[in-house]
T-cell receptor, first 116, second 118 residues
């Protein structure tokens, strides 16, 4: 079974530019999550999709961040325009429809975003 | 208030010795789950161990065990017989509540950087 795939693995962009991160969850996983770790701080929840619907987007920092999950498969997270404080590692995770089991979450390797 | 607290930003342990990584949590839910993840320098998040709030036994997975003390709201990770490959960042995380239809997100601590010395 393929894991959660994220790309790019690294992205360096200038302040004011746009960047789009992509996450391919495990096939059949309805739940998809985005998290972010800013340098030296804890991993923070951004949002949660159930299939194509946003279940919880309470962690999205501001309206420069836009997440989509068309068709309930892969998801994109767009940052437009990027600011310096957006630098960090963005993780995606997926889980099965009733993800209450102990092995419920599978994480991708993350996208390291650097805004200069 | 912090929901997950990891008070050790960095830890060192000698190879083959045991090490305990601390984690305390705060929740008003009766049902919750506690997780530990390992993040090596390559960046991926690797699931290590899980403890449910109603589990009476401490969870164990190979060299990993979770010292669950519910009354103290602590969920410390114990790694026995440390290996050089255990050097990594370790995150404690919690999922609150139970869901009928969808799974909730995890809340993470700030992590502990473990270095195993040869």
């Amino acid at each position: 079974e393929a894991g959660v795939t994220q790309f790019p693995s690294h992205s360096v962009i200038e302040k004011g530019q746009t960047v789009t991160l992509r996450c391919d969850p495990i096939s059949g996983h309805d739940n998809l999550y985005w998290y972010r770790r800013v340098m030296g701080k804890e991993i923070k929840f951004l949002l949660h999709f159930v299939k194509e619907s946003k279940q919880d987007e309470s962690g999205m920092p501001n309206n420069r961040f836009l997440a989509e999950r068309t068709g309930g498969t892969y998801s994109t997270l767009k940052v437009q325009p990027a600011e310096l404080e957006d630098s960090g590692v963005y993780f995606c995770a997926s889980s099965q429809p009733h993800g209450t089991g102990d092995y419920g979450y599978t994480f991708g390797s993350g996208t390291r975003l650097t805004v200069v | 208030a912090q929901k997950i607290t990891q008070t050790q930003p960095g830890m060192f342990v000698q190879e083959k010795e045991a090490v305990t990584l601390d984690c305390t949590y705060d929740t008003s839910d009766q049902s919750y789950g506690l997780f530990w993840y390992k993040q090596p320098s390559s960046g991926e998040m690797i699931f290590l161990i899980y403890q449910g709030s109603y589990d009476e036994q401490n969870a164990t997975e190979g060299r990993y065990s979770l010292n669950f003390q519910k009354a103290r709201k602590s969920a410390n990770l114990v790694i026995s017989a440390s290996q050089l490959g255990d050097s990594a960042m370790y995150f404690c995380a919690m999922r609150e509540g139970t869901d009928s239809g969808s799974a909730r997100q995890l809340t993470f601590g700030s992590g502990t950087q473990l270095t195993v010395l040869p």
